[in-house]
């Protein structure tokens, strides 16, 4: 069984205590031998005695301050790396009050600390930028294309919609679930039930066509799954063919 911090720093000093005691007994039995010297004798023994009880008295202070010391430095840093390991890195550090409290050596582990979240909110940035302008780039693509484009998570939420859909669709929106949500005629007959079979079946579902009354023409639904690093499924992209409906978009 693992002995925790206080009990271990408490036993050491416990252990030095015990020794000074037998150093102290083993020092008064060697006296007892002198003969003649009986004054010189009994002021080592004071002396002794004295140092025992300064020795006696450092170490109930060690015991009663150290390990709280100590624990409460570290419940503090361990606070500190837990929220650290939950994705929360924008955390004020407070040093000057660690130097107030702590001594130097422990302070610079609460610096280290700090300067380590410097980095990490530095590539947090970096990483999201780059993300952003990833997706910007991606949904710019999709967005010019002639035909229409939507993304579905695992459940069947619309992740995303691009303007083709929208125009087309208008009741088809995005940041709903269109599984349970409900269309007219040819939304709710074709593309509901097309996403609901590639939900239900996690897995490539094959491109189905259908007339469009307002349209006068067929349409054609194709989709591809997206699976996460285990490959499990978690969503899919579905696009619709052959509309030549654009939408006029505003220059930016």
Do not use: W
């Not at 702590?102 to 970096?126: C, R």
């Not at 999709?142 to 939420?157: A, C, P, Q, R, T």
């Not at 039930?193 to 023409?217: H, L, T």
């Amino acid at each position: 069984m693992k002995i925790r911090l206080k009990k271990r720093i408490t036993l050491y000093l416990l252990v030095i205590l015990i020794l000074s005691i037998l150093q102290v007994f083993f020092i008064n039995v060697s006296l007892k031998s002198l003969v003649g010297n009986e004054s010189v004798s009994k002021e080592i023994k004071t002396t002794l005695l004295i140092f025992l009880f300064l020795q006696t008295a450092l170490i109930i202070v060690l015991i009663s301050h150290l390990p709280k010391y100590l624990t409460k430095f570290l419940s503090g840093v361990g606070e500190i790396i837990s929220d650290i390991a939950k994705g929360k890195y924008n955390i004020s550090l407070d040093i000057d009050k660690y130097r107030d409290n702590y001594d130097a050596e422990l302070v610079t582990v609460v610096e280290s600390i700090g300067k380590m979240l410097e980095v990490i909110l530095t590539f947090d940035k970096m990483k999201k930028d780059k993300i952003l302008e990833q997706k910007g780039r991606i949904t710019g693509l999709i967005n010019l294309s002639n035909n229409g484009f939507m993304i579905v998570d695992g459940k069947g939420n619309l992740v995303y919609t691009n303007y083709q859909i929208e125009y087309n669709f208008p009741s088809i929106k995005q940041d709903t679930n269109i599984l349970d949500s409900n269309y007219g005629h040819d939304e709710d007959n074709h593309i509901k039930n097309y996403v609901a079979d590639i939900v239900e079946n996690q897995s490539r579902v094959r491109p189905r066509q259908f007339y469009v009354d307002s349209m006068k023409r067929h349409i054609t639904l194709k989709c591809e799954i997206v699976r996460d690093s285990s490959g499990d499924f978690i969503g899919a992209v579905i696009g619709i063919f052959n509309i030549e409906n654009k939408p006029e978009q505003e220059a930016n």
